[in-house]
């Protein structure tokens, strides 16, 4: 609790959520659990959004602001996020980013940070003369970082859509259910 966001990810009978009216935002992902919770908590603000990356421009403003002064892309940049698992269901995807590496300045883009990325990205970038990694590290930076390219190629849903968000084109891989 606090001036948080809290994007709920699903319900069933809600109960004891008077604690929701100490954040900041509460979001639902459907319309169905905006009236779940209402008929319990009428007169608890509720916003339906399926994702909460669709405000964050509108909550991290100030934030945004200053790291978009510091992006290392410009608009000449093509950004790439790559993960292994694309790389092991499109074995013929290496030689897809030379052609491009010829055509475009490459900027990898680490984003899924779990999965150990960066180390991939940084990998690639080495047999891609002229392409670099971007220093970005936290959320706010990447979003910047995302905003100022040319377009965007990538593994990740929320990735693509912090492209989305910021009218940068995107092609997303199609690698899970998510993403499809």
């Given at each position: 609790?606090?001036?948080?966001?809290l994007n709920s990810v699903g319900i069933h009978m809600p109960d004891n959520l008077d604690f929701l009216r100490e954040y900041r935002l509460v979001s639902?992902?459907?319309?169905?659990?905006?009236?779940?919770?209402?008929?319990?908590?009428?007169?608890?603000?509720?916003?339906?959004?399926?994702?909460?990356?669709?405000?964050f421009d509108q909550f991290y403003a100030a934030?945004?602001?200053?790291?978009?002064?510091?992006?290392?892309?410009?608009?000449?940049w093509v950004g790439v996020h790559l993960n292994n698992t694309t790389l092991r269901k499109l074995p013929r995807l290496f030689p897809a980013l030379e052609q491009l590496n010829r055509e475009c300045?490459?900027?990898?883009?680490?984003?899924?940070?779990?999965?150990?990325?960066?180390f991939l990205m940084e990998t690639l970038s080495r047999w891609l003369p002229g392409s670099r990694v971007s220093p970005a590290n936290d959320v706010v930076s990447v979003f910047a970082e995302i905003g100022s390219l040319k377009a965007l190629v990538s593994s990740s849903m929320h990735a693509a859509m912090f492209a989305y968000l910021q009218n940068v084109?995107?092609?997303?891989?199609?690698?899970?259910?998510?993403l499809r």
């Open positions: 609790p606090g001036p948080h966001i639902v992902r459907s319309k169905a659990e905006k009236t779940e919770i209402a008929r319990a908590y009428p007169d608890l603000e509720i916003e339906v959004h399926p994702c909460t990356t669709v405000l934030e945004l602001e200053q790291a978009r002064r510091g992006t290392q892309g410009g608009d000449e300045r490459l900027m990898f883009i680490p984003f899924t940070h779990y999965e150990n990325d960066r084109p995107a092609l997303a891989f199609p690698q899970d259910h998510k």
